[in-house]
């Protein structure tokens, strides 16, 4: 199939690169002329394992190409919109400019009988919204709503090999031609076996939302439960153990830690919130404020162990943090705890030095008042206290002989709770865990 990816971000530069994988001919637009040129060069404009190698891979065999030109999109049968979908700065709500802008430059270069598949996480109701549009600029396309579901650092395989496929497509006969276009798409996975489901818009733009907003409140209720259990002196990763041997529960996500970031889960909970109140449901959300707010308590939290951990003052101490992008295996700082605890240890006094093995240039970009160091042996060397907060594997895997040697005083705070607290003792290393005596 011809295709075109409108928006060539995280989301839609992997997106049109697997479709390319998957034997499709692929045109990827933006208007970001950086972006676009990176893209045709074969270089990915930020970290994900596996792109680089995918972008060669497929550019090589001449089904995927990239432009700035919405006219290129004209001609292709499937149009996916994958742009991005930020919070308002002030407010809770989605800012949907970009994905107005997308669909309004789109209708022009629409044929009958087009698909034009939302991708970008929006506000339910939304796509009813954009579909009534579309009536009226480009009557014979058809909208459907197919939500994504990346993990970062793993968005190729997630793409490729997806958990399910949910499509929202109108009743009647359009909205059965619009599900066979995606299932011609989607032909390889489905044939391995895939799971999908077919529904109606409002349906399938929950679905996204949904899901984020009950992992943030798994992740918050075991973070609530860690500050339960430094009250109490109780473990947190054994009582995770053990409710996680509950098969109604399970185990993942029930990491206590420092909390989420990133570019989804905070900001679509708050969007959802907003969407709830407009909707006059806000009631039926109300227990996402607690979890957002018991996730940026984890922020402050952190900052308290860090100066209790330097003898009750961070005046004049010289912290290393360990990792800025909000989880591993990506550059993406948006809303990341590590730099947030980072910046609040700096205003308080401290001296702090950042490392990180990919996130450091959006790092600087963010929080230009920190000090960066790319190489961890300099960053820790003379430090009065480590931070891990990115469990980055080669953090993970430090040898706590070799790194004390370094260091002008041994105290660590384990921030996601993946070190081996007695390893760390027996080194002479004052190691404080989250929730863990």
């Known amino acids: 199939m011809r295709i075109s990816v409108i928006g060539c971000g995280y989301l839609g530069a992997v997106h049109a690169a697997c479709m390319a994988k998957l034997g499709h001919e ?22 994900e394992p596996g792109l680089p190698e995918l972008l060669a891979e497929v550019q090589a065999t001449g089904r995927l190409s990239f432009s ?7 001609g292709a049968g499937v149009h996916f919109v994958c742009v991005g979908t930020p919070q308002r700065k002030g407010e809770y709500a989605a800012d949907l400019r970009y994905v107005d802008a997308a669909f309004a ?32 600029t480009a009557p014979e396309a058809v909208l459907a709503w197919n939500p994504e579901f990346l993990r970062e650092g793993f968005a190729v395989a997630d793409t490729l090999h997806p958990d399910r496929f949910v499509y929202g497509v109108p009743a009647g006969g359009t909205g059965t031609a619009a599900a066979a276009a995606l299932d011609e798409v989607y032909a390889a996975p489905l044939a391995d076996g895939t799971p999908r489901l077919v529904t109606d818009y409002a349906t399938a733009e929950l679905v996204k939302t949904a899901a984020n907003s009950f992992l943030a409140t798994k992740i918050s209720f075991i973070n609530a439960m860690a500050e339960l259990c430094d009250a109490a002196g109780a473990d947190v990763t054994v009582l995770a153990d053990a409710i996680g041997l509950d098969e109604r529960i399970g185990r993942r996500f029930l990491n ?11 900001k679509d909970i708050r969007a959802f919130m907003a969407r709830a109140g407009e909707l006059g449901a806000d009631q039926a959300l109300t227990f996402l404020r607690e979890v957002d707010a018991i996730n940026m308590r984890r922020r402050t939290r952190v900052v308290e162990m860090t100066r209790e951990l330097c003898g009750g003052s961070l005046l004049g101490k010289r912290i290393t943090v360990l990792g800025a992008a909000f989880k591993p295996d990506s550059d993406d700082v948006r809303d990341s705890p590590a730099l947030s605890v980072a910046a609040q240890l700096q205003l308080q006094g401290a001296t702090v030095t950042v490392t990180d093995p990919e996130a450091l240039a959006n790092a600087k970009t ?3 008042e920190l000090t960066y160091d790319p190489v961890p042996e300099t960053a820790i060397a ?9 469990e980055w594997r080669q953090y993970t895997s ?28 027996a080194a002479g290393w004052k190691y404080k865990g989250i929730g863990r005596p």
């Open 68 to 74: 700035t030109e919405m006219d290129d999109a004209a």
């Open 26 to 47: 692929v045109v990827g637009i933006d208007v970001d002329e950086r972006r676009i040129g990176d893209l045709q060069a074969g270089r990915a404009p930020f970290f």
């Open 382 to 390: 003379g430090a009065h206290a480590l931070l891990l907060l990115t």
């Open 105 to 136: 430059s789109l209708a022009a270069h629409l044929r009958p009988g087009d698909v034009v598949v939302g991708k970008s996480t929006v506000p339910v109701g939304t796509a009813a919204r954009l579909a009534a549009d579309l009536a009226g």
């Open 256 to 266: 206590a830690g420092i909390g989420f970031g990133g570019g989804c889960l905070p």
């Open 398 to 425: 430090l040898d706590p002989a070799a790194v004390g040697a370094q260091v002008a005083e041994r105290n660590i705070l384990d921030g996601r709770n993946v070190l081996d607290p007695a390893a760390w003792r």
């Open 366 to 368: 963010r929080f230009p």
